[in-house]
C-alpha cells in the first residue's frame, strides 16, 4: 500500500499549497477529489481514484496548454455532513471549481446541494442512487458511471431471462438499499418474474448474515436478490455458499465492484452475474487505458468508479479548454450546460454523451465471474455475457421526475 | 464578576475577545462547528469534571437534538430559535430516560450502561422513517432569527451560534457555582458521606443528566442549522468519544478546557482529514497520552502550574 | 414442514441454533472481559480491537508464511498475548492507581489506534480467510443445513470457557488468582508474585479474545472493524451478566445469542436492538446484573 500513502501525502501536500499566495502566472483550473479515502469504498475508489484524475490531467497533455490544473483531495468518512462541510469550505475557501468522484449516495446527494448552492461543477461518479438525475436533479451536477436504475434492469432482466424467475431479496435496510430493492423488483416483475420476499438487514454493522440466508432458503425461491454493498455483499455471498445455499439457489449481486471479486477469491465468487459499465480487459481501449495506469496502482486494476473519475475529468478539460477558462472557472451551471452540449469520447467508456438530466450516456456490461480455473492471472475475473446498448441502459429521460426535464 | 476568579474574569475576557475577532480572520463554518462542540464538551464536562460521571453516550443527546431541530425546521417551518429549542427539549427528555437508568450504577458500568442506551438510539434513529437513515435530514433551512432576520449570511449565523455558545457556558458556570453544584462536587468526591448528609443523590445525579442532555441537545440543533443537516454522525458511539476526548485533552473539571479542547481536537481534525485514517490513529495517540501524561488536560496543567483555577 | 407459532420449524431451530453460534463469541469475549475485569479492574475497551488483531495475525500467518488455520489458533493468540504483555507493561500498569475510569479511557484510546493503524494498512473491505480444508462443507441435519465450520465454532468456544473456568476454580494457580483478586497484598505478602500474575492475566484475557478472532475470521471478512461491531453489543452482555462470575460470562453470553436468533425470526427490526432492550429490564429488576454481586 505504498502507493495509497504516497498519493494521499501528495495530495495533502498540494492542498497545502493554497496557503502560499499563488503567483502562478498560468491560470488554474482546481479539481476536488472528494471520496473515501478511509472506510469501506477505498478500494473502489479511494486514493486511486485520485491518481486516475491525475492521470486524465497527463493524458489531456496539460503541461503543454495555456492553463495549470491542480487536484486536492479529501475524505468525506462516508458522512454526508462531512462531505457537505468539505465542498462547501472548498468552493468558500479553497478555490475549488469542480468537485469529482464522492462514492456513497448520501454523501453524493449532500454535495450536489452545496454545488448548487456555490455555483460549481460536480461530477459523481461513485454514488449509486438515481435520484441525482432524478428528483435531486440539479444544473450543476452530473451523473457518470452508474446508478441504481441501471444496475437493476441489467441484472434482473438477464437472470430472469435464463430462468431465475422467483426472486428473494437481501435488502441493507438503508436509503441505498431500499432504492436497489424497489428497482430490481420493478425489473423482476417486469421481466415475468415474481418477487417473493424480502428481508432487511441492520446497517451498518451485520457482518452476520446466515438467520437472514436462512430465511431466504425457506422461501423457496430460485434466486437470492442482494440489495447491499461493499463489505455486506463481501459477506452475504460468503455465508451463501457456507450455507450450501448457492446449491439451490442462484446469487444476483446488484451491486458488485472488481474489488469485492477480488476480496471475495474466484473460489467464492464464480458464477456471479454483475453489472458494470467498465472493466479493464473489456476492449483495446480499456486495455490501453489500464496499461497507461499501472504505473500509478501497480498492485491492482482500476474499477468502473475510478475509470469514471479518469473520464469526467478529461471531459470536463476538453470542456473548459473549449469555452476558456477564464469562463469556466465563473459559472458552474454554465459549464454543466457545455459539457452536456459536448459529446463524450475517452478510453474506459468510449463515445457517449450527456442528457439534460445530468446523466451521463454508455453502454452496460453484464458480466459473469470467472471460475478459478478460466482465469488467466491477477484480476482476470469477468467474462462478457451481454451489453445493453447505451440508449437503453439508462432511466428514460422523462420517468426520472427531474425538474430541468421540461416535458 | 458572574462569580469568575480574577484569572477566570481574564480568561472569559479573553475568549470573548477571541470570539468576536476570529470571523474576521478564520474561516466562519469552522468557527460555528467549534462553537457548537464547545458547547457540547462544556455540558459533558458537567457530568464529568463536577459528578465525576463518565457518560459514554452523549451522541444520543447531541443527535437527537440535531435530528430534532433540523426535522422541525424543515417540516413544521420552525423558526430556527424554537427548532433549537426543540432539540434541546428533545436531549433534556432523552436524557431523563436514559439517565434514570444509568445512574442505577456506578463507575465503568454506568460508563457501559450509556455507551449501550447510546447504542440503542443509534439503530432507533437507523431505522426510524424521520431521521432519513443513511442519508440524514438534509437541505435544512437556516430560515430567519423570530421570523425576521434572515441566517443565510454566515456571519450573521455566527452571531446567534456564539450568542448560544456564551448563554450555555454561563449558565453551565453559575450552576457549578450555586448551592446545587456545590453538592453534585460533594457526591464526586464522596457519594456515601454525601448521602450520610441527607442528600438524595440521586436526584442531585439525575437533575445534572437533564441539563448535560439538554445542552447537548442545542448545541447538537444549533450545528444541524448551521450545516444544513443532520445525520447518523451525531448519534455514533464515535461522537460519543470525541467529546470525552475533547473534555480530556482541554482539562476535566475545568471552566475553559472544554472549549479549549473542542479547538484542539476540532483543528486537529481539519488539518489530518486529508490523511485518511491518521485521524483516527491521532485521536487515540492523544487519548493514551493524557490518560499517562496530563489527565489534568492542557488547561487543568496551565492551571496548576500557574497556581490558579481556571 | 410442521410449524410452531406459524414460522416454519426448520426456520425457527436453524435460527436457535445460529443463536448459539453468535453466542458463543460473545460468551468467548465477555469471558476475557471478565477475567481481566476482575484481576485489573479494568475494563479493556481494546478488546474487540485485540479479537480484530487475532484474526488479522492469523491471516497474516497465512498470507506471508502460508501458516494454515490450525496452527494460526495456537499462534494468534500467543501472538496477541505477547502483545498484551507489552501494553500492559508499558501502559497499563502505570493506571492502578487511579480511578477505573482511566483504564476505560487508556484502553478506548488503544483501540482507536490499532483500529485506525489496521484501515490505513489493509482497507477496510476486508480479507477473505479460507475455511480450513478439514472442515469445509455441511451437514444435514434433517431439519436444517449445518456448515460443518459453525459447528466446530460452538464446539471449540465451549471447550475454551471450560477449560477457562477449569484453570481459574480448579487449579492452584487459578486459586492464587482469585485470592490476589479478593486481597492483592496479602498474596503478595504470601511471596506470590502479583505483578506478573496481573500482566499474565492480561494476556490470557487478550488471548481468549484473538482465539474468538481467529474462529470468527473464516466466517467474517477479516476487516478492520469486525472487532468495533461486537465490543459494544459485547460491553450489554457484560451488563447483563455481571462480570463476577465466570460462569455467569459464559450463560449470558450463550443465553444472549439465541433471544438475538429468535427475534431474527419473530421481528428482524428489532435484532439489532433486543439485547440492549434486555439490558434496560435487567437493569430495572437487578440492578447488579443477573449474576452479578451488588456492589
Known sequence: MKLSRRTVLGAAAASALPLVPARAQKPTLKFGVLTDLSGPYQDLAGPVAVAAAQQAVEDYGVAGKGFAVEIISADHQNKPDVGAGIARQWADRDGVDVILEVANSAVGLAVAGVAKDKNKVYVNSGAATSDLTGSACNANTIHWVYDTYMLSRSTATSVVKTGGTSWFMLVADYAFGQALQRDASSFVEAAGGKVVGSVKTPFPGTTDFSSFLLQAQSSGAKVLGLCNAGADTINSIKQAKEFGITSSMQLAGLLVFLTDVHSLGLEVAQGLAITESFYWDLNDRTRAFSERFKPKAPTRRPTMVQAGVYASALHYLKTAEAMGIAEAKKDGAATVAKMKSLPTDDDCFGKGSIRADGRCIHPAYLFQVKSPKESKGPWDYYKLLATTPADEAFRPLNAGGCPLVKA | ?310 | MFTILGFPAPLLFGQLLLGVINGAFYALLSLGLAVIFGMLNIVNFAHGALFMLGAFVAWGLLEYLGIGYWWALVLAPLVVGAFGIVLEKLLISRLYKLDHLYGLLLTFGLALIIEGLARNNFGSSGMPYPIPASLQGAMNLGFMFLPVYRGWVVVAALVMCLATWVVIEKTPLGATLRAATENAKLVQAFGVNVPLMITLTYAGGVALAAFAGVLAAPIYSVNPNMGANFIIVVFAVVVIGGMGSILGSVVTGFGLGVIEGLTKVFYPQASATVIFLVMIIVLLARPAGLFGRAA
Open chain 2, 1 to 310: 464578576m458572574l462569580g469568575f476568579s480574577r484569572a477566570q474574569s481574564a480568561a472569559f475576557l479573553v475568549m470573548l475577545a477571541l470570539i468576536v475577532a476570529a470571523p474576521f480572520t478564520l474561516y466562519p463554518v469552522f468557527l460555528m462547528k467549534l462553537l457548537c462542540f464547545a458547547l457540547f464538551a462544556c455540558a459533558f464536562n458537567l457530568l464529568i469534571g463536577y459528578v465525576g460521571l463518565l457518560s459514554f453516550g452523549h451522541a444520543a443527546y447531541f443527535g437527537m437534538g440535531s435530528y430534532i431541530a433540523a426535522w422541525t425546521a424543515k417540516t413544521w417551518h420552525l423558526t430556527p430559535e424554537l427548532a433549537i429549542i426543540a432539540g434541546g427539549l428533545t436531549g433534556a427528555a432523552l436524557g431523563t430516560v436514559f439517565g434514570w437508568l444509568a445512574i442505577r450504577r456506578q463507575g465503568i458500568y454506568f460508563a457501559m450502561i450509556t455507551l449501550a442506551l447510546a447504542q440503542m438510539n443509534y439503530f432507533f434513529c437507523l431505522q426510524a422513517p424521520f431521521t432519513g437513515g443513511e442519508d440524514g435530514i438534509q437541505q435544512v433551512p437556516r430560515g430567519a432569527l423570530f421570523g425576521i432576520l434572515p441566517l443565510d449570511n454566515d456571519m450573521t449565523m455566527y452571531a446567534v451560534v456564539a450568542v448560544i455558545f456564551l448563554a450555555g457556558f454561563l449558565l453551565i458556570h453559575r450552576v457549578v457555582h450555586s448551592p446545587f453544584g456545590q453538592v453534585l462536587k460533594a457526591i464526586r468526591e464522596n457519594e456515601p458521606r454525601a448521602i450520610s448528609l441527607g442528600y438524595r443523590t440521586d436526584n442531585y445525579k439525575l437533575l445534572a443528566f437533564i441539563l448535560s442532555a439538554g445542552l447537548a441537545g442545542i448545541a447538537g440543533g444549533a450545528k444541524a442549522l448551521v450545516f444544513g443537516i443532520a445525520t447518523l454522525t451525531d448519534v455514533h458511539f464515535a461522537m460519543s468519544g470525541e467529546v470525552v476526548l475533547m473534555t480530556l485533552v482541554g482539562g476535566m473539571g475545568t471552566v475553559f478546557g472544554p472549549v479549549v479542547g473542542a479547538l484542539i481536537t476540532n483543528s486537529m481534525e481539519y488539518y489530518l482529514a486529508q490523511f485518511g485514517s491518521w485521524v483516527t490513529i491521532t485521536q487515540g495517540a492523544i487519548f493514551v497520552a493524557c490518560v499517562l501524561l496530563f489527565r489534568r488536560g492542557v488547561i487543568g496543567e496551565i492551571a496548576a502550574k500557574l497556581r490558579i483555577s481556571l
